[in-house]
């Protein structure tokens, strides 16, 4: 795999070699079709992009905003800025308000691109409170611009910026010019406090993380990538340039939640994932065998057996299996478990890395008895990404998340954190030396705030060390921003936010009772105890209103789904509050566990 092209003429140099060669499928806004672009057309819009970035006065190192669900012209903004030197800063599809608005602030944008309908009416009704916005551009040609925005135009208009190149003798030095020290990307995570931070990400880094990549994850030119986690996410950032780089296929999935059907539609080899969706695909196809008759289900469970037995006794632990084992499973590979990989679209499955989150043992064990090769990983967006990984082909443990990659020094600390060094590390976050100083050791060791450990060169992880959440579709919360926002309601008096490897936040909430007993009467609603009164469907339903109202500026995946109202104070007797009244999440769990557990009930 060619990884020395700097990211700046990356696809142009694949366009030399790839010419006319199919590089993106993907669907138009709206669209059902789906379509392809060859890699010189692409580098053709690219060029069109940097020239209109020039046009627009754009300078070395500025930075520019991208607002949008994954689609072809995110790609092409991307390295159109790139090809003049300048930053992106990706915002996720689905954020709020409040965070665009602190992000353009931060980083000083004057150029925002944003994708659907969605995300131009938020950026719209924050311009006014951004000093620095000057112009937002609109991906989505469906997308209605009011009348009354002489600020917005549409990306086939800003194209028309670029037509005929009229720059590109300053983009071709600017390109000659660029450096490994750049900024390719700020990335903007949530911290602990709520307000975002900027990881900044260098060229240098990238191209790290390309050379340690390339020597443990074999994707290829004959790959068909699925994009199926947003751009803006590290994982699938790093992931999709490496597979640039080796002249894979890359299929653009722009709405998540319809992954299935476009895996079905298109026939991916290779895709990134986060554990929830290996989740969903496990519960499919047991739902499936459940409503079976007893000889199928009988079949299947056999079958699953002997997958287990074949590819986690034997060769996940670098054994050869049985002769009669092995004739056995590859006589059900070819039936039963292509006919559900098949059906999930997978029947050229190659390898599917999987990280942002913890991997059920039961699941990852379920993926690979079937056929298809999980490949478990490890990291941050600080590390850009990947960290740790299983190598295909090679032992494993189920529940490790890998082998370091080459390149990166892993060393923990005295109370079990997992400490990072090495090129792909992060250089610091935007604007804020106060959090850089904080995140590294005074030998230069960046904090993960993970807890974990190593063993036979396997990395191991046990905990979060920072009271960060990750849910498990990979998306970072912050429980005590939340419980903040929720506390100024009269009517809660304690709220614990539940969300670390669950699929939605949820809460447990002790209300004010004085005030639920007062309402209640109010409303003529009947109870006898605290347990009435907290289960009472008026009672829940005026709650669900009052929190819903406190959470609109939160991110979609950031809001409270489901809560449960608790008949009873937390104590510091139980052991759930500290001595200066703070949570103690552990215990609260385990005390709790059954309250929690039906609230994620499917």
Known sequence: MQTNYHMSVLVHEQAKKYGDREMLI????????????????????????SNALLNLGV????????????????????????????VTIPFYATSSEQQIQFMVNDAKIRYLFVGEQDQYDKARRIFSLCPTLERIIV?????????????????????KLGENLPRQIEVDKLQQEATNDDIANILYTSG???????????????HAAMVANSKCVPVNEDDRIMNFLPYTHIFERGWAILCMYAGA?????????????????????????????????YMGVMDKIEHSSAVQRK????????????????????????????????????????????????????????????????????????????????????SLATVSCNHLGKPYTVGSVGIPIEGIDIKVSEDGEILLKGPTITIGYYNREDLTKQAFTEDGYFR?????????????????????????????????????????????????????????????????????EEYARDHNIAFKTR????????????????????????????????????????????????????????????????????????
Request: proline content about 3%.
């Open 299 to 382: 079949l299947f469970l056999h079958a699953l057996n002997v997958g287990r037995r074949h590819n986690i006794e034997y060769l996940s632990k670098g054994k050869k299996p049985p002769v009669a084992l092995h004739l056995e499973y590859e006589m059900l590979n070819r039936t039963v478990f292509l006919l559900v990989r098949k059906e999930l679209g997978l029947e050229n499955a190659h390898f599917f890395p999987t990280a942002g989150a913890a991997v059920s043992a039961h699941v990852e064990e379920f993926v690979h008895s079937i056929g298809i090769n999980m490949v478990v990983g490890y990291g941050l967006t600080e």
């Open 59 to 86: 300078k070395v190192q500025e930075n520019i905003g991208i607002f949008s669900q994954n689609s072809v012209q995110y790609i092409e903004c991307d390295f159109g800025a790139w090809g003049i030197r300048a």
């Open 192 to 206: 602990t406090t709520g307000d975002s931070k900027g990881v900044i990400l260098t060229h240098g880094q990238f």
């Open 249 to 281: 296929r890359m299929i653009v999935n722009t709405h998540p939640q319809e992954v299935q059907q476009s895996m079905r539609d298109t026939h991916p080899t290779c895709m990134s994932a986060v554990p929830r969706f290996w989740e969903k695909v």
């Open 531 to 602: 347990e009435d009164l907290c289960a009472d469907p008026e009672i829940m339903q005026m709650m669900k209103e009052r929190i819903d109202t406190l959470q609109q500026q939160l991110a979609h995946y950031e809001q409270v789904k489901r809560f449960t109202l608790l008949p009873h104070h937390l104590s510091m007797e139980k052991g759930e509050l500290t001595n200066t009244l703070k949570i103690r999440r552990r215990v609260l769990n385990e005390n709790y566990k059954k309250e929690i557990e039906a609230m994620y009930a499917e």
């Open 448 to 516: 993960t705030g993970d807890a974990g450990y190593l063993k036979d060169g396997e990395l191991f992880l046990t905990e979060r060390i920072k009271d960060l959440f990750k849910t498990s579709n990979g998306k970072y919360i912050a429980p005590q921003m939340i419980e903040s926002k929720l506390l100024v309601d009269k009517f809660i008096d304690q709220i614990a936010v539940i969300a670390d490897e669950r699929k939605f936040v949820s809460a447990l909430i002790i209300p004010v009772y004085s005030l639920l």
């Open 26 to 49: 993907y669907q138009d806004f709206g669209g059902k079709e789906w379509k392809s672009l060859s890699w010189n057309q692409v580098s053709q819009t690219v060029k069109q992009v």
């Open 139 to 159: 991906f989505d040609p469906m997308v209605h611009i009011s009348t009354h925005d002489p600020n917005a135009v549409y990306f086939s208009d800003f194209l």
